[in-house]
């Protein structure tokens, strides 16, 4: 049963159609229909001509997936849409870095621009709400530099840069570089980690060539390190800034670079020691070379020099203390090289014609029979030195 409101509505419709047949506005729709409607003209096909059957258009999908055409990554970056190689792409993108492709190191200003702190901080719990959310505010928030969060909560500000690059929030600033939000508000001259060289968030690493560290935050606890830039400065030292770290460092960490120190220091210590002039607290080889080379040679010493001398026991070049097996092959080496060289000199004399030096050979100075006798002579000392003859 229609309601009193459907009944009025449809007395209306069929009035309004009435005035309307009335009026004769059906018919005028009509042509007006007809006259606008656009028209297909077809030219009338030639004399004795067939025209050829029209061709039914197959369905065609869209889908890549279904055609076999390699699926759309809408996740990859625009240059690697572009089809750039990965050595390309990672020149241009530095989201893209997974490993170093610059050296990583620091040196004793950066052991001096460590933070610290006097009082522990406590995390997730400035900026955070009842349920253990932070809290998000796009008005009254300031964005960390480091986790690039818009929060409520404390911030840091730079005395330096006094810019968007000096403020962390409280959790970032001890995670990352041990220190307290606190302290660092109540100094009026702190300066920030990117001031001070030390900056460890992905952009600042990424523009360097170094990759980012991720969450490394827990590990360089486990390890006993105070913060994430502890850990990267006191694992990547420069050869010189590895005494003054030595109090910064875990115990297991000092206790290997310390007795890493020592071995090259006793290292050092034998190779300078050498009859070119007293011995130095640590000279390196390039030193001891120059000095071997400004020192005057002997007449013959020429032709002796261009024979390859034997090697050193790898105990000795690694600064081991020499056992006694270790004492007696040294010794036999020296004696070694003793005879090998006075018997090349022999022979380089004679090779190069120079007068009396087959006499030396005990010989008649000609150039076979002494290059024989140097042969003969390498033999018999070889023997003389292992204790055969």
Same mark, same amino acid.
């Given at each position: 049963m229609l309601s009193e409101?459907?009944? #009025? *509505?449809? $007395? &209306?419709? %069929?009035a309004n159609k009435a005035r309307m047949d009335v009026l004769g506005l059906k018919e005028a729709t009509s042509q007006v229909q007809m006259l606008t409607a656009p028209r297909r003209i077809r030219a009338p096909p030639a004399a004795g001509c067939k025209a050829a059957p029209r061709e039914r258009p197959q369905s065609s999908r869209r889908s890549a997936r279904v055609a076999g055409n390699p699926a759309v990554v809408y996740n990859e970056s625009d240059l690697a849409r572009a089809g750039l190689a990965e050595e390309e792409r990672t020149k241009h993108d530095r989201r893209l870095l997974k490993e170093n492709i610059r050296e990583e190191v620091y040196g004793v200003q950066h052991l001096s621009a460590l933070g610290s702190h006097t009082k522990e901080w406590t995390l997730f719990e400035d900026g955070y709400d009842k349920s253990g959310n932070r809290i998000y505010d796009k008005v009254s928030g300031q964005t960390c530099h480091q986790c690039r969060q818009k929060t409520l909560g404390l911030r840091t500000h730079c005395s330096e840069c006094q810019s968007l690059h000096g403020v962390f929030c409280g959790d970032c600033l001890f995670m990352r570089y041990g220190e307290n939000v606190e302290e660092a508000l109540q100094d009026s001259e702190w300066k920030c980690p990117g001031c001070r060289d030390l900056c460890n968030c992905s952009f600042h690493r990424s523009r360097r060539g170094w990759a980012p560290t991720g969450t490394l935050y827990r590990r360089a606890v486990a390890e006993g390190f105070v913060s994430v830039a502890h850990y990267l400065v006191l694992n990547n030292l420069a050869?010189? %800034? *590895?005494? %003054? $770290?030595l109090p910064l460092m875990p115990k297991e960490l000092a206790d290997a670079t310390r007795a890493e120190l020592e071995r090259e220091a006793a290292g050092c210590d034998r190779r300078s020691a050498s009859p070119a002039g007293p011995a130095t607290p640590c000279a390196s080889g390039e030193a +001891? #070379?120059? *000095? $071997? +080379?400004q020192r005057p040679q002997a007449p013959g010493e020429e032709e002796a020099s261009a024979s390859p001398s034997p090697a050193r026991p790898s105990g000795e070049e690694a600064g081991e203390a020499p056992t006694g097996r270790r004492r007696g092959a040294r010794r036999q080496s020296t004696l070694r090289s003793d005879v090998l060289g006075a018997v090349v000199k022999t022979g380089g004399m004679i090779a190069a014609g120079k007068p009396g030096a087959g006499k &030396? +050979? /005990? /010989?008649?100075?000609? $150039? +076979?029979p002494a290059v024989e006798r140097v042969g003969r002579g390498l033999r018999t000392s070889s023997r003389l030195v292992a204790g055969r003859a």
């Amino acid at each position: 049963m229609l309601s009193e409101y459907e009944l #009025q *509505r449809q $007395a &209306r419709i %069929a009035a309004n159609k009435a005035r309307m047949d009335v009026l004769g506005l059906k018919e005028a729709t009509s042509q007006v229909q007809m006259l606008t409607a656009p028209r297909r003209i077809r030219a009338p096909p030639a004399a004795g001509c067939k025209a050829a059957p029209r061709e039914r258009p197959q369905s065609s999908r869209r889908s890549a997936r279904v055609a076999g055409n390699p699926a759309v990554v809408y996740n990859e970056s625009d240059l690697a849409r572009a089809g750039l190689a990965e050595e390309e792409r990672t020149k241009h993108d530095r989201r893209l870095l997974k490993e170093n492709i610059r050296e990583e190191v620091y040196g004793v200003q950066h052991l001096s621009a460590l933070g610290s702190h006097t009082k522990e901080w406590t995390l997730f719990e400035d900026g955070y709400d009842k349920s253990g959310n932070r809290i998000y505010d796009k008005v009254s928030g300031q964005t960390c530099h480091q986790c690039r969060q818009k929060t409520l909560g404390l911030r840091t500000h730079c005395s330096e840069c006094q810019s968007l690059h000096g403020v962390f929030c409280g959790d970032c600033l001890f995670m990352r570089y041990g220190e307290n939000v606190e302290e660092a508000l109540q100094d009026s001259e702190w300066k920030c980690p990117g001031c001070r060289d030390l900056c460890n968030c992905s952009f600042h690493r990424s523009r360097r060539g170094w990759a980012p560290t991720g969450t490394l935050y827990r590990r360089a606890v486990a390890e006993g390190f105070v913060s994430v830039a502890h850990y990267l400065v006191l694992n990547n030292l420069a050869p010189e %800034a *590895r005494s %003054a $770290a030595l109090p910064l460092m875990p115990k297991e960490l000092a206790d290997a670079t310390r007795a890493e120190l020592e071995r090259e220091a006793a290292g050092c210590d034998r190779r300078s020691a050498s009859p070119a002039g007293p011995a130095t607290p640590c000279a390196s080889g390039e030193a +001891a #070379q120059d *000095r $071997a +080379a400004q020192r005057p040679q002997a007449p013959g010493e020429e032709e002796a020099s261009a024979s390859p001398s034997p090697a050193r026991p790898s105990g000795e070049e690694a600064g081991e203390a020499p056992t006694g097996r270790r004492r007696g092959a040294r010794r036999q080496s020296t004696l070694r090289s003793d005879v090998l060289g006075a018997v090349v000199k022999t022979g380089g004399m004679i090779a190069a014609g120079k007068p009396g030096a087959g006499k &030396r +050979a /005990g /010989g008649t100075g000609k $150039a +076979a029979p002494a290059v024989e006798r140097v042969g003969r002579g390498l033999r018999t000392s070889s023997r003389l030195v292992a204790g055969r003859a």
